[in-house]
């Protein structure tokens, strides 16, 4: 079954404390990997796209990297304002596209 | 990019009636997204829809229940019809990049509508 699995579901930091989100896929022909950050009663932002394996993509304190099987997103001594949810969703088939369930992040002061 | 529109930002709605949403577009582009995002899961794709054609509907939506109008580059509505409480939910547009590929470009969304239905 195609799916994509996105963990932990929340996670709370202490301002500067580094970590890592994951997303994890199961498609076949994998066509792109998205991030995405959702505020509160907003839309998702788009932040990155991986195409392929090996490929690594950097905004701020976000860092974006991707395998066969996964994706991760690392953010480096977080701030309070990167408090939001974190949407990963994979574009497979050519017209095909699954959004994982996001992880909340909470970044304490 | 791209700045998106949505009337109405939310909604109280009773069942058995229908909503129409409308989502504008700064920007002429090919083809527009209609997504749900329930409660606590992700965000789905109920149809593409482009210019001049029928929209494009996932499996388990239908032109019935969610029919789809795109009258020119820059504006969609997307009406939800005979809605009973399982239809609550927030309801986004979105738009691809600038090219129009089909996903493999940046994609915009817009600030989503929120529907409670009683």
């Known amino acids: 079954e195609d799916q994509v699995t996105q963990s932990p579901e929340a996670l709370r930091l202490q301002e500067g404390e580094s970590s890592s989100l994951n997303c994890s896929y199961t498609?076949?022909?994998?066509?792109?990997l998205f991030w995405y950050r959702q505020d509160p009663g907003k839309g998702p932002e788009f932040l990155f796209t991986?195409?392929?394996a090996g490929e690594e993509k950097e905004k701020e304190r976000l860092k974006a990297t991707l395998t066969k099987k996964e994706s991760f997103l690392h953010i480096t001594a977080p701030k309070p304002e990167d408090s939001a949810t974190y949407l990963c969703?994979?574009?497979?088939?050519?017209?095909?596209?699954?959004f994982g369930k996001g992880t909340r992040l909470h970044i304490l002061p | 990019s791209a700045v998106i529109s949505q009337k109405p930002s939310r909604d109280i709605c009773q069942r058995g009636t229908s909503l129409t949403i409308q989502c504008q577009v700064d920007?002429?582009?090919?083809?527009m997204f209609w997504y749900r995002q329930q409660p606590g899961q992700s965000l789905t794709l109920i149809a593409t829809?482009?210019?001049?054609?029928?929209?494009?509907?996932e499996s388990g939506f239908v032109i019935d229940k969610f029919p789809i109008s795109r009258p020119n580059l820059t504006f969609s509505t997307l009406t939800v019809s005979n809605m009973s409480p399982e239809d609550s939910s927030i309801y986004l547009c979105?738009?691809?990049?600038?090219?129009?590929?089909?996903?493999?470009?940046?994609?915009?969304f817009g600030p989503g509508t929120r529907l409670l239905v009683l």
């Open positions: 829809a482009n210019q001049g054609s029928e929209a494009t509907y």
């Open positions: 920007s002429q582009v090919t083809m």
């Open positions: 991986l195409y392929s």
């Open positions: 969703a994979v574009q497979y088939a050519y017209d095909k596209i699954i």
């Open positions: 498609v076949s022909g994998l066509r792109g």
């Open positions: 979105s738009v691809g990049g600038e090219q129009g590929q089909f996903f493999q470009e940046t994609q915009y």
